[in-house]
């Protein structure tokens, strides 16, 4: 349930109207706006009575009570109409320019990884990703180098100033992760693995939440309604591709959900077209679709080798064509209303 203020009520109504829903047995989220003050009741409202619900909607200072149904709420744009903007050491992720994530698959060595992320850099592309801990089909694929990853990862970030995006995919991995991550990356496979989201809402450090390859918008949604409701509010929502009957690509890239999850949610929204399509012809026509479709930004392998990547070969473009794919993206940015 969200109780929506009205415009000039002051803080002694704000904190009567908390009082009353602490009185019934709620507890409350309040989010302040630039005009308006909107409270976030936290708890199982289903069982509240009408009658409780009437009295409040009768206070003057309330503009309106919304009785959300939906499984989520904190992520919702009924609950919060601004776009949520991330700040990442002065780069805005939800804002009006576009980012773009690029870096290959797994860190493989200090020199790989280095030199990828010079050419990202020149590229114009702003932030590295590259996996530490890789989630990998099979126990004899190759799992990553872990910390000494990361510690290739901070040494590519202390040479290029790109902030890393990587995965975490253990909750006792978190803290690790987060001396090293400025976004930490939960893969698709853990996108309902709720220890691991309620770990990452005590966290100060934004997360970048992929969409599970089967998940519903409800369920997407309500995964990051748990790192929400652990307090930390940064999160951004990846679509990277959901399992189709359809047989030539790896997955079927859902772009139809980003203008949804945008209306929907007040979160940015990126799209990943490497995992999405798991085809390096067709990652430039996915992500430009992306930036088309309202996205704000995209996450895409790219190696400077890309035949002699550990892993995801087949969906990795070349750093070359990485430097092709910004050119286009900066002018349908332009296009849209939106900047590189
Ligand atoms: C990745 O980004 O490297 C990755 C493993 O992605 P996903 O979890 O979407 O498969
Ligand atoms: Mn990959």
Not at 60 to 77: A, C, G
Not at 138 to 153: I, M, V
Request: net charge negative.
């Amino acid at each position: 349930m969200i109780i929506v203020m009205k415009i000039g009520a002051d803080e002694s109504q704000v904190q009567e109207t908390i009082d009353k829903i602490k009185d019934l047995g709620f507890g409350t989220h309040v989010s302040k706006g630039e005009n308006r003050t909107i409270i976030g009741v936290i708890g199982d409202v289903s069982s509240i009575d009408e009658s409780d619900v009437e009295r409040l909607r009768a206070t003057p200072y309330i503009e309106k009570i919304v009785r959300v149904t939906k499984p989520y709420k904190l992520v919702s744009r009924d609950f919060n109409k601004q776009d949520t903007v991330i700040d990442v050491d002065g780069i805005e992720i939800g804002g009006k320019k576009i980012v773009v994530m690029a870096g290959p698959c797994t860190v493989e060595s200090k020199e790989q990884i280095i030199n990828i992320a010079k050419e990202v850099k020149s590229s114009g592309a702003t932030f590295l990703r590259g996996g530490a801990f890789k989630p990998r089909t099979a126990p004899k694929d190759f799992q990553g180098l872990g910390e000494e990853g990361l510690k290739f990862l901070l040494e590519a970030k202390e040479q290029t100033g790109l902030p890393i995006v990587t995965e975490v995919m253990d909750t006792r991995d978190v803290e690790l992760v987060s001396e090293y991550a400025d976004v930490l990356q939960v893969g698709t496979r853990n996108m309902q693995n709720y220890s691991l989201l309620k770990e990452l809402g005590k966290c100060d450090k934004p997360v970048l939440l992929k969409r599970g390859m089967w998940a519903t918008l409800k369920e997407f949604l309500s995964a990051a309604e748990y790192i929400l409701a652990g307090g930390n509010k940064n999160v951004i929502l990846c679509e990277r591709g959901i399992r189709t009957f359809s047989d030539f690509t790896r997955n079927t890239l859902d772009l139809s959900i980003v203008p949804v999850l945008k209306s929907e949610s007040h979160l940015p929204v990126i799209v990943d077209p490497s995992h999405g399509t798991g085809r390096k012809d067709i990652v430039k026509p996915m992500a430009l679709a992306a930036i088309a479709c309202g996205a704000d930004g995209v996450t895409v392998e790219a190696h400077t080798d890309p035949q002699k990547a550990i892993s995801d070969a087949d969906q990795t473009i070349s750093t070359s064509d990485l430097h092709g794919l910004m050119g286009e993206a900066k002018y349908i940015s332009r296009v849209f209303g939106r900047e590189i």
